[in-house]
């Protein structure tokens, strides 16, 4: 398992820990047991029947909730979905924050994660005022915040009952809310150039490549997200979309989503996140970026790593 891979892998299972215990102090990261990634054949990759997450509230179907939610986001590229891991419910959201300089100075990289940090809970204080069923139906709003070059500045978490049911926030409010976010990252040093690559007819850009994603999904999908994020390890692509314990479905869904990714020159790992209709996580899988370019789509799977469930 590569330091990347049990990083992220670390990022998720935390997100759920962190909602678990609200607002109560984090089990520092060192504490938290890591289980070690397995490749298996395709034949063998487990599809399990997980317990249902809790039924949201009367009136608050967590589908609608998003669908309804995404109008309004105050930001032009925003990605909003939501998941449950071990039965905590998380409304996640990923934008690229305009006022961010992915080539800031060292000087300024304090000014910029903490302009990630209160932009962050302005829009979650945004996200409560449009829905009631924000504080009802979800446990935890996590949000990543990256520059317009996608490179990450900030991921944390709030419980969605800390937030202000008030019209309006002062300063000093969107200080105390951004206080109450558990921090999962947060920039302390200035992003890695982006990579270049010469753009060719095999070659895409990520909105292209999002585009293409999204006619995939179609409106069917309604809790389908995809989005990149550029790391201190590298690039990582996240697809999540949903689907029964089936792996035939699973195995079809996966050759669709390679199919559409080879392009991407500087995607380092895939990550993929298959949820049921509840949006109950099924699987969490990491593929290198180097096999998504070179396997042929119906074979990647052979080349994904389990990160969730770990191993009996």
């Known amino acids: 398992m590569t330091p990347h891979i049990l990083r992220c892998a670390w990022c998720l299972l935390a997100a759920a820990a962190l909602a678990a215990c609200g607002p109560s102090p984090v089990t520092p990261a060192a504490a938290v047991p890591t ?8 034949t063998t990759l487990p599809l399990p029947i997980v317990p249902a997450a809790p039924s949201a509230p009367a009136g608050c179907d967590r589908d609608q909730v998003v669908v309804d939610l995404r109008s309004s986001l105050p930001y032009a590229e925003a990605s909003l979905s939501h998941s449950a891991l071990y039965n905590v419910h998380t409304l996640n959201l990923w934008f690229v924050d305009p006022g961010i300089d992915p080539s800031a100075a060292e000087a300024d990289i304090s000014r910029y994660a903490d302009m990630a940090l209160r932009d962050a809970a302005a829009v979650s204080h945004v996200l409560r005022q449009a829905s009631a069923c924000v504080a009802s139906a979800f446990d935890g709003i996590t949000i990543r915040v990256v520059d317009r070059e996608y490179n990450e500045w900030y991921t944390g978490q709030v419980d ?9 926030l002062s300063q000093d409010d969107l200080a105390q809310l951004a206080s109450a976010f558990v921090p999962g990252y947060q920039r302390s040093s200035a992003p890695r150039p982006a990579p270049e690559s010469a753009s060719t007819a095999e070659t895409c850009r990520w ?31 996240w697809v999540q979309w949903e689907g029964p314990p089936v792996f035939e479905i699973f195995l079809a869904d996966v050759t669709r989503i390679a199919s559409v990714l080879p392009c991407l020159e500087s995607m380092d790992t895939l990550w993929l996140i298959y949820v049921d209709s509840e949006g109950q996580t099924q699987l969490i899988l990491a593929a290198a970026g180097e096999a998504v370019r070179t396997v042929e789509p119906a074979q990647l799977v052979e080349h994904l790593e389990i990160i969730y469930p770990p191993p009996q």
């Open 160 to 168: 969605p009952r800390l937030v202000p049911t008030s019209a309006g």
């Open 207 to 237: 909105d292209e490549a999002h585009a293409r994603l999204e006619v995939l999904f179609g409106a069917g999908q309604p809790n389908a997200t995809s989005y990149v994020v550029r790391d201190d390890e590298g690039t990582n692509v």
């Open 35 to 42: 289980s070690t990634v397995t490749i298996v054949p395709r």
